[in-house]
């Protein structure tokens, strides 16, 4: 059965998985998605270690369901949405001045399979949110040892609409970029962390375990 919104708030914000933290001084918590499964239907929420496990979860409950054949909302179009409300929430693109490059994570990530997670997660409707902070991370995406991971900085839950966090992948995919090349063929590879200036970041890198 599907728990209330509020439980699985309190779920995402308490309980932490068994994932291995892919930065030094940070826990990775589950990360909880928010949003209609059916059209004209509730609000409902479902948490697991990233949103893929998370689409595999709903789908063992709702059969055929893929974030494709999700309902959409006009409140998908908008990146900046805050389960704490500011006077002035950030809105539109990252800043560069905030984009750190080779920092976070435990290595250099195939940029190309970073770029496969983010073309994933701006597919995905509804909201991401994680529990407070400081040092909460989760992971939001992994394949071929290559993370997108956000963190939160604040002492509250952190709620934004998953396709935000694409655009913060990006920019770091885009900003923080080298290519090698092997006898074969040559290799673009990416890491960095691009903060948001409000208590969060996001991180594309090698995690520390293999995925």
């Not at 599907?2 to 994932?19: H, N, P, Q, W, Y």
């Not at 004209?40 to 998370?54: Q, R």
């Not at 929430?89 to 976070?104: I, N």
Request: aromatic share 10%.
């Amino acid at each position: 059965m599907l728990a209330s919104l509020i439980g699985g708030m309190l779920l995402a914000a308490a309980s932490v998985t068994a994932i291995p933290s892919p930065l030094e001084g940070k826990t990775v918590t589950d990360i909880t998605w928010i949003g209609q499964v059916v059209a004209d239907g509730p609000m409902v929420n479902f948490s697991g270690p990233c949103l893929h496990s998370i689409e595999k979860s709903i789908a063992a409950v709702y059969p055929g369901f893929t974030w494709a054949t999700a309902p959409r909302s006009l409140e998908d179009d908008d990146a900046s949405i805050d389960l704490h409300s500011d006077d002035d929430p950030p809105k539109g693109d990252p800043d560069p001045a905030l984009l750190k490059c080779w920092e976070g994570g435990v290595g250099d990530a195939d940029a190309v399979h970073i770029s496969d997670g983010i073309y994933y997660l701006e597919k995905v409707p509804g909201w991401c949110m994680n529990g407070p902070g400081p040092n909460n991370c989760g992971q939001i995406s992994c394949s071929y040892n290559s993370a997108i991971i956000w963190c939160n900085d604040n002492r509250w839950p952190y709620k934004k609409h998953c396709r935000y966090f694409a655009k913060f992948a990006r920019a770091v995919s885009d900003g923080c970029q080298y290519t090698t090349r092997d006898s074969a063929h040559y290799n673009m590879w990416t890491r960095g962390t691009q903060y948001d200036g409000r208590g969060f970041s996001v991180i594309a890198a090698k995690p520390k375990e293999d995925c």
